[in-house]
């Protein structure tokens, strides 16, 4: 926790005395279809506007109809993302039922089998999923993630972000966490930055990470998000974190964690570039025919010009699958899964050669 501390509580001069970190030979992305299966929400999150609006539940032929659509453009991921425990909503839940399912992780099970017949491989990001739903989900899942977003507890505190969101507690988001390792899933999570953390919440938070990771070697990817204020909600007045303290954090990620580090690029899009230059290396999934449901109003920026900022930087872009090599390479995953895997890995666990440059399409808008 120290090593983190101490970079994040540098200021200029100090930050710039720092030894220069050794970049990752390639950059990597994932070409993938978003898929906002629900908005419905237990949590109540201060700065989160996915819940906002009417509540919906895409059926089977709508999601259908979105993983065609990413075939079409060339994705091999389909990023299937909800809120938390759905089925809290009278609405939803009287739907699931009709349809002949118990609970949401039933009906995701479907359409990720869906998928599958597809040939795109499914990555999940449940919330708080308990053991035996992560356990029935890694079946037909390629890797999965939930955010830690933070390892403190005041943020669950009277007047905190968290307040309203029992599925935010760091109890139960490290409870997720500790099964996906126990199950062996490739996972995915991070911390959120800028939400009211101090410097040591945020180091918390990544060596909380790591020792998970040390302990089951699961953890793939580690994102450092960086809040971004919307309108209709709690903290739509709220100032984002500065670019250089999120320089500090991506510098702190890549000392403390063993795990890659990704900057969402649609979240920077005129300073992405820059983070790489600290130590992260992938920039994550990126889909040319849908929006990021979580961040509406933050585009993804061409692949034609992810590719050309990674050229800048004298860096080869790669196109990985939703699970790294690393885990392609150790097998973590069932056999319907590594069917469709081996349609697309090469020796090295990436997509067979390069993907060429896709402009943003408008195939889908959620009504």
């Known amino acids: 926790m120290q090593r983190a501390l101490d970079i994040l509580k540098r200021d200029a001069n100090g930050f710039l005395e720092l030894p220069r970190v050794q970049l990752e030979p390639k950059l990597t992305f994932s070409k993938n279809i978003f898929i906002p299966v629900t908005n419905a929400c237990r949590n109540s999150c201060s700065y989160c506007s996915f819940r906002l609006g009417k509540t919906y539940l895409l059926s089977r032929s709508r999601v259908t109809k979105m993983l065609e ?51 795109l491989l499914p990555h999940t990001n449940p919330g708080s999923a308990d053991y035996e739903e992560l356990k029935m989900l890694k079946e037909v899942n390629a890797s999965m993630g939930t955010m830690l977003e933070n390892a403190s507890p005041r943020l669950s505190e009277q007047d905190m972000p968290h307040e309203n969101s029992p599925g935010k507690h760091p109890e139960e988001r490290i409870k997720v966490l500790e099964a996906a390792g126990k199950l062996k899933i490739p996972f995915t999570t991070g911390i959120l930055v800028g939400i009211g953390e101090t410097s040591e919440e945020i180091a918390l938070s990544l060596e909380v990470i790591e020792g998970l990771n040390r302990k089951y070697k699961h953890i793939q990817e580690v994102i450092v998000q960086n809040f971004k204020p919307k309108k209709g909600t709690p903290m739509e007045d709220y100032k984002e974190p500065d670019i250089f303290k999120m320089i500090k954090v991506v510098r702190a990620a890549r000392e403390v964690l063993t795990s890659p580090v990704q900057v969402p690029p649609n979240l920077n899009i005129h300073t992405y570039p820059i983070f790489v230059l600290y130590g992260a290396s992938d920039f994550g999934g990126v889909s040319p025919v849908t929006k990021d449901y979580i961040n509406p109003e933050a585009a993804w920026p061409d692949l034609e010009e992810l590719f050309k900022a990674s050229e800048r930087l004298e860096l080869e872009l790669r196109e990985r699958l939703p699970v790294y090599p690393k885990y392609i390479k150790e097998r973590w995953y069932s056999d319907r899964v590594g069917e469709v895997i081996n349609l697309y890995a090469d020796d090295e666990g990436m997509v067979t050669g390069q993907s060429p440059p896709l402009k943003q399409g408008s195939l889908f808008r959620e009504g």
Request: charged residues 35%.
């Open 69 to 119: 659509k990413g075939r079409k453009y060339g994705c091999k991921e389909a990023l299937f993302t909800l809120g938390e425990r759905p089925e809290s909503n009278k609405d939803v839940s009287k739907k699931l039922k009709k349809w002949g399912y118990s609970n949401i992780s039933e009906y995701l099970y479907e359409l990720c089998e869906i998928s599958l017949s597809m040939k």
